[in-house]
T-cell receptor, first 115, second 113 residues
Framework: AQSVTQPDIHITVSEGASLELRCNYS??????LFWYVQSPGQGLQLLLK??????LVQGIKGFEAEFKRSQSSFNLRKPSVHWSDAAEYFC?????????????FGKGTKLSVKP | NAGVTQTPKFQVLKTGQSMTLQCAQD?????MYWYRQDPGMGLRLIYY???????DKGEVPNGYNVSRLNKREFSLRLESAAPSQTSVYFC????????????FGDGTRLSIL
């Protein structure tokens, strides 16, 4: 069965430090990959997406992610974290089977930022 | 530019009561979705509507019904609420197709006593 794994439940980084959030997926073909961010009390906002082509994709708010087929990974990175980046981050996989548009979400990684 | 609007934002119910959560989108999207979010569980799909006039079960449909009222509106109904349905419910919409990002509402926080 298709699945998405975010190994880190909670990460704390210092403001200004670099960030990498991990995402691994289980799927036979190349999936459609997404990262979303959720601020407290809010809905999910799309950060970036990967469908094909260049394996390094740029998103909003200075985030980027790299698709690595050999590792079935789509890790999210940011070179310098800001306090406003504290939120929960979700990786999602789409294009699965016959369920057009349906996404499978990871369980999320909560990011805390130390001043 | 409202996007996806969910009502109500908060609701408290007693076990056995019924409730309809409303969702409307103004982006002319064909597909709409209902998720529930529980701590440590991520988002789980309850029902979806790939296009107007169609609805299908997702991962956790038991205890819920949906209605795609028109292209804009997709409602979720709890016929007899149970404490296990205490959750945050999110509605989302997208252009139809497997590579389209979904746009989310701000959620309905539902507590069932």
């Amino acid at each position: 069965a298709q699945s998405v794994t975010q190994p880190d439940i909670h990460i704390t980084v210092s403001e200004g430090a670099s960030l990498e959030l991990r995402c691994n997926y289980s799927y036979g073909a190349t999936p459609y990959l997404f990262w979303y961010v959720q601020s407290p009390g809010q809905g999910l906002q799309l950060l970036l997406k990967y469908f094909s082509g260049d394996t390094l994709v740029q998103g909003i708010k200075g985030f980027e992610a790299e698709f690595k087929r050999s590792q079935s990974s789509f890790n999210l990175r940011k070179p310098s974290v800001h306090w406003s980046d504290a939120a929960e981050y979700f990786c999602a996989v789409g294009g699965l089977g016959g369920s057009q548009g349906n996404l499978i979400f990871g369980k999320g990684t909560k990011l805390s930022v130390k001043p | 530019n409202a996007g996806v609007t969910q009502t109500p934002k908060f609701q408290v119910l007693k076990t056995g009561q019924s409730m309809t959560l409303q969702c409307a989108q103004d982006m002319n999207h064909n597909s709409m979705y209902w998720y529930r979010q529980d701590p440590g569980m991520g988002l789980r799909l309850i029902y979806y509507s790939a296009s107007e006039g169609t609805t299908d079960k997702g991962e956790v449909p038991n205890g819920y019904n949906v209605s795609r009222l028109n292209k804009r509106e997709f409602s979720l109904r709890l016929e007899s609420a149970a404490p296990s349905q205490t959750s945050v419910y999110f509605c989302a919409s997208s252009v139809q197709g497997p590579n389209q990002p979904q746009h989310f509402g701000d959620g309905t926080r539902l507590s069932i006593l």
